[in-house]
Nanobody, 121 residues
Framework: VQLQASGGGLVQAGGSLRLSCAGS????????MGWFRQAPGKEREFVAG????????YYENSVKGRFTISRDNAKNTVYLQMNSLKPEDTAVYYC???????????????WGQGTQVTVSS
């Protein structure tokens, strides 16, 4: 059972990236899914989350209006569309799956390996 995050890269400030997180080994269609990020020397922080059906979403304040989380349960995949990127968005981005839609890392049971996002000024 694993989550595979992809889509990271180097982008200039103001640019866009789309992260994907594909699940394998089990279906995640009943799980809440979340994206977290961790910058060097900082703790892992919540970015965005989505409930099992996709009806409810939840964003950290600094990304509201710029990032959009979505999911395709038929593909067992969750996405994070990131627009108007800023240098402070630079971090390793992780996807996670859990029973509840929260912003707390401890409520997520499965984690992807992370994908690096670097935003240059």
């Amino acid at each position: 059972v694993q989550l595979q995050a992809s889509g990271g890269g180097l982008v200039q400030a103001g640019g866009s990236l789309r992260l994907s997180c594909a699940g394998s080994g089990r279906t995640f269609s009943s799980d809440a899914m979340g994206w977290f990020r961790q910058a060097p020397g900082k703790e892992r922080e919540f970015v965005a989350g989505i409930n099992w059906s996709g009806v409810s979403t939840y964003y950290e304040n600094s990304v509201k209006g710029r990032f959009t989380i979505s999911r395709d349960n038929a593909k067992n995949t969750v996405y994070l569309q990131m627009n108007s990127l800023k240098p402070e968005d630079t971090a390793v981005y992780y996807c996670a799956a859990g029973m509840l839609l929260t912003g707390q890392t401890k409520t997520y049971s499965y984690w992807g390996q992370g994908t690096q996002v670097t935003v240059s000024s």
